[in-house]
Structures are given as structure tokens and as C-alpha cells.
């Protein structure tokens, strides 16, 4: 697969991010693949399989034109547990996935964020080896939540993908993870890469957000992994380090697109996958592909800033 370097995170139009209306979700989609996308990451349980019917709905729209699609399983286990990743849990994930999407084969599934014991399990791998076989999945790989699990990931030659958290919030990945991909071929498929939308520097101390948003209810980790909402930093630290990013953001761009054109600047990320709720917000993301390198200069002072400032609220943990 030869997918674009800014493509599309179908989190939010699902659910967990506040009231979304299916038709802007549609036209999000509609706009990000205008503007040269041709990937979409989603799950089958962002909004229990409604992330992935609309993208079916998008692919019925376009017709002979080439998305690709990576979903993720294992998140439909009520605790998670190495034991939940069995022949029968795992082959019905699929089925659902292969239902919702409306295809006979899933171009890639993700384990998404699996237990930590499921790493050494070559067994559960073993079992995704047999969905290639039997024709529901083309590629697997793994979502995780840190390094140390990446390269966890990796030792299991058929693992083609690794998604994790990259961003200017959190610079680990690039030094502790990429060259190993690189190494080994892996794909990395950089996530929440605008920091759940703090990197645009649209928020402030005020911002409110709707009670079914993670960024109401899952600061501190009440329901899923911390570092998915605002990327784990603490939302005053992330404020004041975001105003001092607007300052290196080179003139015409914004704010996102200076944050994804920083992702792309690194070789080994195949793809950032922003996530956008609107039309205007796919496009402009999408725009950040096309924009000039950031100079080593601002490259240096994002790194200064985040050794600084965010380093020792993150890096350690994940
Ligand atoms: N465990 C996992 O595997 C996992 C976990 C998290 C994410 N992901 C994947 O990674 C993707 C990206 O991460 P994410 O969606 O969590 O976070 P993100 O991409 O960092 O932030 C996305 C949010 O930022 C806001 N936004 C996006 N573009 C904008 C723009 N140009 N201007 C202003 N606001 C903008 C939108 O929300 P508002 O308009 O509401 O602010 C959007 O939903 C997800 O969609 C999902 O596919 C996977």
C-alpha cells in the first residue's frame, strides 16, 4: 500500500468526542480524499461500528478509487486481558469489521492497544496469520501505547504496521523506536498527532467540552489510557508550551499544519492521521502535506521545548 503522508483518524466521528452529525462526518471524508488522502484509520468500536459504516457509505460514494482502510480489534473486551485474544473473540471482531465496512477483506487490522501480555504471545499472531490465509485481512499490525511495546511488536516478522502516539507532545518514538522500524520495514502511522486538537491553539483555559467527549472524562485516565486524551500531558503545561510553539510556527501555515508538517519531517513516519469532524478542518490538515520542510532551527527549538517542558511529564510513562 502506498498510502498519502497526511491521512484521515475516524475516532471522532464515531463517538467519544462530543455530539458529531453523520452527514459533516461524510463530507469530513468526502474533503479529506479531494485533498489527496487515500488512508483512513478507524476502529470497530468508535461508536460501535459507526466509524466504519460511514466510511463504507464513502467508499459507495467513490466508486473504482482507491482507499485504504486500517481498523482495529480487541477493544470490544469488557476487561482487557492476553486470555480475551482468542480463534473465536478475534474471528468475530473481524466478521463485524468485515460486516460494518461492507468488504471481503480488510486491507489492515490492528491489534488496538492490546494487553501487554499479548506481546508474548505468538499464538495470538498466529491467529492473524490465519485470517491472511483465509483471506479476511491482507496486513495486521498493532496499535500501542508505548515504545517498549513497539519493539515488543516488531520481533513478529508478519506485524507490517506500528500506530503510536507521535507528536510534538511526545518525541520518544523518534528515539527509541523509529530506527527500529526502519530496520525491520515496519509502517508507523503517527496518532493523535494534533494532541486531541490542543496543537491547533484553538483552546484555552476556558474551553469546555461536552460530557460524552474524552476531553471531559478521560484527563486522568477514568475510562482508557491517559495519554489518548490531550496526549497525557497536563492540560495548563500543554496550554502554555502551545504558545510558545505559535511563536516558531513559520509564517503561512497554522498552527496544525505546522504540527503535522513536523510529524512528516521525520523519514520513518509513513502517515500522521489527524482526526476532523468538519469538511474545513480534513482540508486543512490535508494541506499540511504539501508544505515546505520546517528548517532545522525550528526542528531544534521544538526539540528544546519539549526537553524543557514536556519531558518529564511524559516521557517516562509511555
Ligand atoms: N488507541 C488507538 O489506537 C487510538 C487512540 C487515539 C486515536 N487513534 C487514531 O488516531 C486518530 C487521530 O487522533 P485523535 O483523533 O485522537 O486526535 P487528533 O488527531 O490529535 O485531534 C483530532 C481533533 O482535533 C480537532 N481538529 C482536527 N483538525 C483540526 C483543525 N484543522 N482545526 C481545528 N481543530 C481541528 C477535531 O476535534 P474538535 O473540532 O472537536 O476540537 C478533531 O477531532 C484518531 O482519529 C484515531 O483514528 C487511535
Redesign the pocket.
Known amino acids: 500500500m502506498s498510502v498519502s503522508t497526511v491521512s ?7 463517538g467519544f ?2 455530539p458529531v452529525d453523520d452527514g459533516e462526518s461524510v463530507q469530513a471524508l468526502h474533503a479529506a480524499i479531494d485533498s489527496g488522502v487515500n488512508f ?4 470497530d468500536v ?1 461508536g460501535d461500528g459507526r ?1 466504519e459504516r460511514l466510511i463504507a457509505q464513502l467508499r459507495r460514494e467513490r466508486p473504482g478509487e482507491t482507499i485504504w482502510v ?1 481498523t ?1 480489534a480487541g ?1 470490544r473486551l469488557d476487561t482487557q486481558t492476553a486470555d480475551g485474544y482468542t480463534r473465536e473473540n478475534l474471528t468475530q471482531w473481524v466478521d463485524d469489521s468485515l460486516r460494518n465496512l461492507d468488504v471481503d477483506t480488510l486491507d489492515l487490522l ?1 491489534l ?2 492490546p494487553h501487554p501480555d499479548v506481546y508474548d504471545r505468538p499464538e495470538v499472531f498466529g491467529i492473524l496469520d490465519d485470517l491472511v490465509s483465509a483471506g479476511k485481512l491482507r496486513y495486521y499490525g498493532v ?3 508505548t515504545v517498549d511495546e513497539a519493539r515488543r511488536a516488531i520481533r513478529y516478522p508478519n506485524v507490517q504496521s506500528v ?1 503510536i ?1 507521535f ?1 510534538m507532545l511526545r518525541l520518544k518514538p523518534a528515539d527509541e523506536f523509529f530506527p527500529f522500524a526502519a530496520a525491520t520495514g515496519v509502517g508507523v ?1 503517527a ?13 484555552h483555559s476556558g474551553s469546555r ?1 461536552a460530557d460524552d ?3 471531559a472524562f478521560n484527563r486522568e485516565g477514568e475510562r ?2 491517559k495519554g ?2 490531550f ?1 497525557g500531558v497536563p492540560y495548563d503545561v500543554a496550554l502554555e508550551v502551545v504558545a510558545d510553539l505559535r511563536m516558531l510556527c513559520p509564517p503561512g501555515m ?1 498552527l ?2 505546522f ?1 503535522l508538517r513536523w510529524i512528516l519531517m521525520s523519514p520513518d513516519v509513513t502517515c ?7 469538511a ?6 490535508a494541506a499540511a502535506a504539501d508544505l515546505d520542510d520546517l528548517s532545522p532551527a525550528v526542528m531544534a527549538q521544538v526539540r528544546q521545548l519539549y526537553d524543557a517542558r514536556v519531558r518529564k511529564v511524559v516521557h517516562a510513562q509511555w
Open positions: 484521515f483518524g475516524a475516532w471522532a466521528i464515531g468526542w462530543g483512513i484509520d478507524t476502529a468508535y466509524s486500517a482495529k477493544r490492528q488496538h492497544c496499535s500501542v501505547e500506530q502516539i507528536n502511522i496518532r493523535v498527532p494534533l494532541a486531541s486538537g490542543l496543537l491547533t491553539g484553538k483552546m467540552f467527549d474524552h476531553r482508557f489510557d489518548e486524551t496526549s497554522t496544525a499544519q504540527a500522521a492521521i489527524p482526526g476532523a469532524k468538519t474545513q478542518q480534513a482540508r486543512e490538515n
